[in-house]
């Protein structure tokens, strides 16, 4: 059973940075996993913000963050980061891991929230004005 377990959040002035970092475990292969981040607003639905599929490092961004935040990967260690530079207080969210089987793009879309099977409990960010 895949397990994920985000850590990095925090408070920040608008134009800081966070790095958060998901570790998994339970992978049979890592490697053949699209991996990333989504993030939520209560009251609103959950979106996806960048993710990376981790055989061929293949990534996608929303069109919100993009420029602003990196998604990595350490294969060895099972860990996935984002790095968010310039950050607003409209990123201001509880940030999820996430984790599905195969390529990000495979059968769907890749910010299809349905799709993914492993879910992480959540880290806080918030963004100050």
């Known amino acids: 059973q895949v397990q994920l377990v985000e850590s990095g959040g925090g408070s920040v002035q608008a134009g800081g940075s966070l790095r958060l970092s998901c570790a998994g475990s339970g992978y049979i292969s890592f490697i053949y996993y699209c991996t990333g981040w989504f993030r939520q607003v209560p009251g609103k639905e959950r979106e996806a913000v960048a993710v990376?599929?981790?055989?061929?490092?293949?990534?996608y961004y929303a069109d919100s963050v993009q420029g602003r935040f990196t998604i990595s990967r350490d294969a060895a260690k099972n860990m996935v980061y984002l790095q968010m530079n310039s950050l607003e207080p409209d990123d201001t969210a509880m940030y999820y891991c996430a984790s599905k089987m195969g390529a990000c793009n495979s059968g769907s879309t890749w910010s299809r929230r349905d799709d993914y099977n492993y879910w992480g409990q959540g880290t806080q960010v918030t963004v100050s004005t």
């Open positions: 990376l599929f981790s055989r061929t490092e293949s990534t």
